[in-house]
T-cell receptor
Framework: QKEVEQDPGPLSVPEGAIVSLNCTYS??????FMWYRQYSRKGPELLMY????GNKEDGRFTAQVDKSSKYISLFIRDSQPSDSATYLC??????FGSGTKLNVKP | SQTIHQWPATLVQPVGSPLSLECTVE??????LYWYRQAAGRGLQLLFY??????ISSEVPQNLSASRPQDRQFILSSKKLLLSDSGFYLC?????????????FGSGTRLTVV
């Protein structure tokens, strides 16, 4: 079993839809949970991070951590074509998900 | 503000040739530095990390090496490239003083070995 599992997609949604991106992990010692957005041929950029369990909201983005289930989510409300990118979850330097490619259609 | 520079942006090299990719960070001191490779459609594979000058930890044994000759400079090298070394190479840094542990990435080098 991989330490971090992420559905590769691609995920295609219409503009304005609510998007749910998810990762599961196996190591219960992970405490920091990060979401990165990567546009094509660019380096990843940090979107959000959370520490331990709970929710964190930043504009249209909400990060959710359920440590009991070892499951993290990123929700995007009112998705825009500019949100089209690959989204990677991460728990530490060595543990990144493989990324979910999101396409938001106008 | 802190910035990270990585070059070149693209590189095409023949099999068996040497490689040197450079990464520098500005606006911070004593950063942790990282080299990653991202193969097409795959996640980030941590190759090397460094917590200080001359201190290099290798995560995956392979045809590559790393060096940190200065506090804010990190170099990825190879003596003889293989076809399998092709990929998107990313440098990243974070601060040991920050609690977030989040990483800031450079813009990447796309390496094609032919």
């Amino acid at each position: 079993q991989k330490e971090v599992e992420q559905d590769p997609g691609p995920l295609s949604v219409p503009e304005g839809a609510i998007v749910s991106l998810n990762c599961t992990y196996s190591n219960s010692a992970f405490q920091y949970f990060m979401w990165y957005r990567q546009y094509s041929r660019k380096g990843p950029e940090l979107l959000m991070y959370t520490y331990s369990s709970g929710n964190k909201e930043d504009g249209r983005f909400t990060a959710q951590v359920d440590k009991s289930s070892k499951y993290i989510s990123l929700f995007i409300r009112d998705s825009q074509p500019s949100d089209s990118a690959t989204y990677l979850c991460a728990m530490s330097a060595a543990y990144f998900g493989s990324g979910t490619k999101l396409n938001v259609k106008p | 503000s802190q910035t990270i520079h990585q070059w070149p942006a693209t590189l095409v090299q023949p099999v068996g040739s040497p490689l040197s990719l450079e990464c520098t960070v500005e606006g911070t001191s004593n950063p942790n530095l990282y080299w990653y490779r991202q193969a097409a459609g795959r996640g980030l594979q941590l190759l090397f990390y460094s917590v200080g000058i001359g201190q290099i930890s290798s995560e995956v044994p392979q045809n590559l090496s790393a060096s940190r000759p200065q506090d804010r400079q990190f170099i990825l090298s190879s003596k003889k490239l293989l076809l399998s070394d092709s990929g998107f190479y990313l440098c990243a840094w974070n601060s040991r003083q920050q609690e977030t542990m989040s990483y800031t990435f450079g813009s990447g080098t796309r390496l094609t070995v032919v």
